[in-house]
């Protein structure tokens, strides 16, 4: 009687444990297959010169720079309005219905398919405003994207800012915006600054929101104005992988991508994780 | 009958109980007191084996329980457990019904006949006077009971398996005062057929409810004898002074 | 001078207080509006039209029936209303090889008479012309009736064919069942997958396997989707293909593979801190009550924190159904209602992706991408309030 219950975790634990291995060995597997095939790709060469020969050779620096235009352009766009917003539902509004459709409306855009970003930005910022397929069409359509993630990072970071710090703040006459000024977003800022990194890492890797708002096929000069298109470096991948002139010569190049992008995200991701825990232990 | 032989636990390097050697009778109640931090619920922790559970932990010296060392290789922890019953200082039902709360020591431990479970749920609810305020509510969720029921449910609980021992982490001290009298009758009844080891920070609590009591500073057992005793002429100034207030 | 930026500012913070709800909104206007515009179209291709001999008697034909027709599947009046006599299906282009250039004048001026004299002569054609060249004297000739395309036509098609003409099909079946099969085989090799390791990370795990796993895996859920669908492409397709005996290996099945993977992350961290939540005594009380951890675990910790678990694989769901561009890659984007998993789907978000591009603005083929922009959305939004439901129901009252 009493084995059988031993015996029985004993298997369950047993699976467990290949069950965490087993997932953690695919998305290693995952990482190693591109990191393996990419990295002789590397050099400065791909990094610093524009695609060759029906994109089956040179590099990839035009997709870089889009890429590196539109994490600009969308963080400009949500990172002040985002901010702003969740100082007013923690700091000014009281637990009303008003903030409480505020937190529902932004699950809500935090659940929207990055492809209806796509269409809506391509409606309101392509045709209705007339941005045309643009830098700053794809960056007001990634903007959106994040928003709800440097609303509800910036949320929480405010919240975990101690009562007392305003009461304290307010006792010395401060007055509500000062209080916030000076008191509450230096104590929130680690913690902000830690959403706003993650939002980066998912700005570089969106594909879906950029292919009708401004991504551009093949485009080997860079941008003189917001109102160009570029080229970008998810939009790049899906390209190379799925429609290039010739697919197979391309797919080196394609390997280095991924690379690239990989490192991108991961280097956002990982310095988030690392601005937090420096911060948490500084406390 | 319990028996503590040289016993030292540690935290990592933390040294929690300093070598106590104690005996405990059985059907009979002893209270632990001392000041927190003293390492009387760890202590109590030792004769169920729930310290086994803590990373880094370590035991030195020998743990008996009615003739039988607890700490062999050969111990089934489970079995230990099943007669060692415990209740917590906060009561923490399961997130199940009033029924099967009280029936989920039996079924972890193998039982499976129904018209058995349903008797010593009667009997377990009956044991800890919950029985008549609860037996229409059976299949109700155990939260929406007050939290003085909620604590005799899990003294049920741990009834329903038959434990020989029951070992009670300040059982009152999340309690309103009417609740808390309701567990102290109840210890008072229980201790006839159950041997109770009980860690309490009220002094009267102890005075009232415990036939010995046990008097732990800084880890180390200073003071053991008849609780009576204890609280009328205790033999170390310690004691005198923890008891009468002055300290902790 | 202070005091006035700070006025403002406060301002500032006011107004944007309000920027969830007008996005949240702006998207509903835009995309029903262009998405509506599907149902005040004609089911004929913009700027064409349909032609028979006036003297048949059928008055107008569905898409689907239209389809049939000029596909050859349909070839009698009969079956679609009419006499018994066998249809002739008149193409366009068929005029310039009846008459000459010189016959048809100067700019196609004579065309529409010529069309006319072609059409009026066999009562048993069927004539698809454009609409400028429509004969100004209907004598002999009858324009079917123009249908717009209908919400059953919308919802319930079986058919997904927005370039075939005279009548391109646009019905939303075959799209919709692709994603749901694809998100359904996702979710499922997610869940005890993605549980399962919450599980051994939140209970089993040694604390120090727990501080490396935990964020390794969290870090992997920012690798963005195209370099999953990519991996799918070079290296789960073709395993697919191989260990089936497939034709092809860009499936269902490869397609709820490469979501089930992404998926994990999201459902092993939520999963994970739903488990972290409980109350230690609740543990404690288990265990010392004799049972394993094991019994512990799936009698009292599962439990506890289902509402936890359901919600991480609701919003796993939500996050396989609107995926877009792995799918779009390992899929194979046959528009078809799948048989088996091992067969080519189309999700509606590869589908949008895929034929945006192609849809000339304004058409019908481009609103009905929006249509499915909003049925997306639709889908989403109840996902995520099923979501906020199941977790806010929490279990203990504090
Ligand atoms: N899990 C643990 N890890 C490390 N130290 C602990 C742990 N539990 C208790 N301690 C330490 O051991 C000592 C005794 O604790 P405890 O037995 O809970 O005291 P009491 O119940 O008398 O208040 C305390 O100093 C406490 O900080
Ligand atoms: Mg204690």
Known sequence: ?283 | ?248 | MKRLIDTLIEQLIKMSGAVTEITVLLIIVFLFKEGAGLFNASEVEKGYTVLVHSENTVERLSPKELKEVFDGNIENWEKLGGKDEAIRIFRFDEIFSIYTEDELGKDYVLLPEKLEEVISADPTIIAYIPQKYLPTNLQGIKELAKMNISLTDFYIGKEWIPTATPAPLFGILPLLLGTLLVSFIAILIAIPLGVGVAIYLAEIANERVRKLLKPAIELLAGIPSVVYGFFGLVVIAPIIQKIGGLDLGETAFAGSLVLAIMALPTIISIAEDAMRTIPKAMRDASLALGATKWQTIYKVIIPFASSGIAAAVVLGIGRAIGETMAVLMVTGNAAVIPNSIFESVRTIPATIAAELGEAPGGGAHYQALFMLGCVLFIITLIISIVAEVISSRKIIKE
């Open chain 1, 1 to 283: 009687m009493m084995q059988t219950k031993k015996i029985q975790e004993q298997i369950a634990f047993t699976v467990f444990r290949l069950l965490g291995f087993l997932v953690l060995g695919v998305l290693l597997w995952i990482l190693g297959f591109i990191v393996y095939n990419g990295i002789s790709v590397i050099s400065w060469e791909f990094i610093f010169s524009a695609p060759t020969d029906g994109m089956t050779g040179g590099g990839i620096f035009p997709a870089i720079v889009g890429t590196f235009y539109l994490i600009i352009g969308s963080t400009l766009f949500a990172f002040p309005l985002g901010i702003m917003s969740a100082i007013y539902t923690v700091e000014y509004t009281k637990n009303n219905w008003l903030t409480k459709c505020i937190r529902i409306m932004t699950n809500n855009l935090a659940s929207i398919p990055s492809i209806v970003f796509g269409l809506f930005g391509m409606t309101l910022f392509v045709n209705t405003l007339g941005f045309g397929d643009s830098i700053i069409a794809g960056s007001l359509t990634l903007g959106l994207l994040i928003l709800p993630v440097v609303i509800r990072t910036t949320e929480e970071a405010l919240k975990a800012v101690p009562k007392t710090y305003r009461l304290g703040s307010t006792a010395l006459g401060a007055n509500k915006i000062q209080t916030i000024k000076r008191v509450v977003l230096p104590t929130a800022f680690p913690n902000i600054i830690t959403g706003l990194i993650l939002s980066i890492g998912r700005v570089s890797g969106e594909t879906a929101p950029i292919l009708f708002t401004v991504a551009a096929y093949f485009l080997p000069k860079l941008p003189h104005s917001i109102f160009d298109q570029v080229m970008a470096l998810p939009y790049h991948l899906y390209v190379l992988a799925t429609s290039g002139t010739d697919i197979e010569a391309a797919r080196p190049i394609a390997y280095g991508t991924a690379l690239v992008l990989i490192f991108i995200v991961l280097l956002m991701n990982s310095l988030a994780v690392i601005i937090k825990k420096r911060f948490e232990k500084n406390k």
């Open chain 2, 1 to 248: 009958m319990i028996e503590t032989k040289n016993v030292n636990f540690y935290y990592g390097s933390f040294h929690a109980i300093k070598n106590v050697n104690m005996k405990m009778k059985s059907n009979s109640a002893i209270a632990l007191i001392g000041p927190s931090g003293c390492g009387k619920s760890t202590f109590l922790r030792l004769f169920n084996r729930m310290n086994d559970e803590i990373p880094g932990a370590k035991l030195e010296g020998e743990c008996w329980i009615n003739g039988k060392d607890i700490y062999t290789k050969h111990t089934q922890v489970d079995m230990l457990r099943k007669n060692v019953g415990m209740v917590f200082q906060k009561p923490n039902p399961f997130p199940k019904s009033i029924f099967e709360n009280v029936a989920y020591g039996l079924k972890v431990n193998g039982i499976k006949d129904r018209a058995f479970i349903t008797k010593k749920v009667e009997e377990s609810l009956t044991a800890a006077a919950l029985w008549d305020e609860v037996k229409y509510k059976l299949n109700k969720s155990a939260f929406e009971l007050s939290g003085g029921q909620q604590q005799r449910l899990c003294i049920a609980r741990a009834l329903a398996v038959s434990p020989s021992i029951l070992l009670m982490d300040e059982p009152a001290s999340a309690l309103d005062p009417i609740s808390t009298a309701k567990i102290e009758e109840l210890i008072h009844v229980l201790k006839q057929q159950y041997t109770i080891v009980i860690v309490t920070h009220n002094m009267q609590q102890a005075a009232r409810v415990s036939d010995k009591t046990a008097f732990f500073m800084y880890g180390e057992l200073v003071e053991y004898s008849d609780t009576k005793k204890m609280f009328l002429a205790p033999e170390k100034e310690e004691t005198q002074n923890y008891i009468t207030g002055r300290f902790g």
